[in-house]
């Protein structure tokens, strides 16, 4: 394992929510476009990069106000890379024949030189997810993705989401994670309180994900480094990126969910949960000695897996049937859209979405869903 903690990708430093922008009004525009140009040009993008990424949140802006009556928002996302998403959700019609308007100039209202096309030609990465139109659901998201060049990209298995409690300045949920191509390796962890203080609790703990490749052994070293006083839940994890097995120890109110599909396409969520208590609090443990209460599991994911490591700010109670065609779609949106629809405002959120099978590019026959809890 590397020893340098820059190895290490870090919802502290590479990933969150920049802004979000709902498309109620014409100024929507205007202060969407001020604010992404500023973001490009702190992040280091050439002024006509910067222009790029100006005329997509435009579009994206339009296609809301157009096509969903200005029901939805854009947000703007920081990524590992420097990489800068542009991610729009709305509660519309959804979006009808999808491979037309992926065409670039094609419009549904025929408005000349608009529609998805520009999208997808101006950005370095799109994704698109559409469903029919359902009450209290997105209907669309759309994702628009712009890497610097000259700087490394994560890897297109991992889709990240973390955000703060009513979008406050601290989060108190962490998420460390670091990948050879092979293997990832994450520590997910739940910083006890709010604000200030439960950051305080959960930042510090990244480079125990270093020093050990066995889950536990992660959760004990991250016990050693909790500041006195301080504590959390928290989830770690191994697994193969290729799929095969993975490895997963948590202690506390952490939830992690494994999605597969059988030979017939029908689907099937498992949900693992830990014993209850804290790092940092838990009642025998003497300074993360063998007093630590932690579960294990080790469940094999086989050819087709998309793994979801997620706090309490995330919503256990859904299945893989309310989403449909959401998980063949890349891990990022996959996150964005489970970020948004089953996340808790009132709380931090965070959420880790993880293709270890192959899966992305090969979307699952839409079944009823069965759920098995662990």
């Given at each position: 394992m590397?020893?340098?903690?820059?190895?290490?990708?870090?919802?502290?430093?590479?990933?969150?929510?920049?802004?979000?922008?709902?498309?109620?009004?014409?100024?929507?525009?205007?202060?969407?476009?001020?604010?992404?140009?500023?973001?490009?040009?702190?992040?280091?993008?050439?002024?006509g990069r910067r222009q790029d990424i100006a005329l997509v949140a435009s579009e994206l802006v339009?296609?809301?106000?157009?096509?969903?009556?200005?029901?939805?928002v854009v947000q703007v996302w920081l990524q590992p890379g420097p990489t800068i998403d542009?991610?729009?959700?709305?509660?519309?019609?959804?979006?009808?024949?999808?491979?037309?308007?992926?065409?670039?100039g094609y419009s549904t209202t025929r408005t000349l030189g608009k529609g998805l096309g520009s999208i997808v030609r101006l950005s370095d990465h799109?994704?698109?997810?559409?469903?029919?139109?359902?009450?209290?659901?997105?209907?669309?998201?759309?994702?628009?993705?712009f890497v610097?060049?000259?700087?490394?990209?994560?890897?297109?298995?991992?889709?990240?989401?973390?955000?703060?409690?009513?979008?406050?300045?601290?989060?108190?949920?962490?998420?460390?994670?670091?990948?050879?191509?092979l293997h990832l390796h994450w520590l997910h962890a739940d910083g006890l309180g709010s604000g200030e203080r439960a950051a305080a609790s959960s930042?510090?703990?990244g480079e125990a994900v270093l020093?050990?490749?066995r889950p536990e052994e992660v959760l004990h070293r991250a016990q050693r480094r909790l500041t006195p006083g301080h504590g959390v839940v928290a989830l770690a994890g191994r697994?193969?990126?290729?799929?095969?097995?993975?490895?997963?120890?948590?202690?506390?109110?952490?939830?992690?969910?494994v999605l597969r599909w059988d030979e017939s396409g029908a689907a099937l969520k498992e949900v693992f949960s830990f014993v209850p208590g804290t790092l940092g609090y838990t009642p025998g443990s003497a300074g993360g000695g063998s007093g630590l209460l932690i579960r294990s599991h080790s469940p094999v994911l086989g050819e087709r897996a998309i793994v979801l490591s997620a706090s309490d700010g995330i919503r256990r109670n859904w299945t893989a049937q309310h989403f449909e065609s959401l998980f063949a779609r890349t891990p990022q949106l996959i996150a964005y859209v489970l970020g948004y629809e089953i996340g808790r405002f009132a709380d931090d959120q965070s959420l880790a979405v993880f293709d270890c099978g192959g899966l992305r590019g090969q979307p699952p026959v839409a079944e009823p869903s069965l759920e098995r809890r662990i």
């Open positions: 590397p020893t340098d903690n820059r190895a290490i990708i870090s919802s502290n430093r590479d990933f969150r929510l920049l802004a979000e922008i709902p498309a109620t009004r014409e100024s929507s525009r205007v202060l969407l476009r001020a604010r992404v140009l500023a973001t490009a040009e702190r992040v280091g993008f050439s002024a339009t296609n809301i106000r157009k096509h969903a009556d200005g029901h939805g542009l991610v729009a959700i709305d509660h519309g019609p959804g979006i009808l024949r999808l491979e037309e308007a992926l065409q670039d799109s994704d698109f997810y559409t469903h029919p139109a359902r009450r209290g659901h997105c209907s669309s998201a759309i994702l628009a993705r610097l060049r000259d700087a490394p990209g994560q890897a297109a298995q991992l889709g990240l989401f973390a955000r703060s409690h009513r979008d406050g300045r601290y989060n108190g949920d962490a998420l460390f994670l670091y990948h050879n191509g930042a510090p703990l020093q050990s490749t697994c193969r990126l290729d799929g095969g097995r993975l490895e997963v120890a948590g202690i506390g109110d952490m939830h992690l969910h």
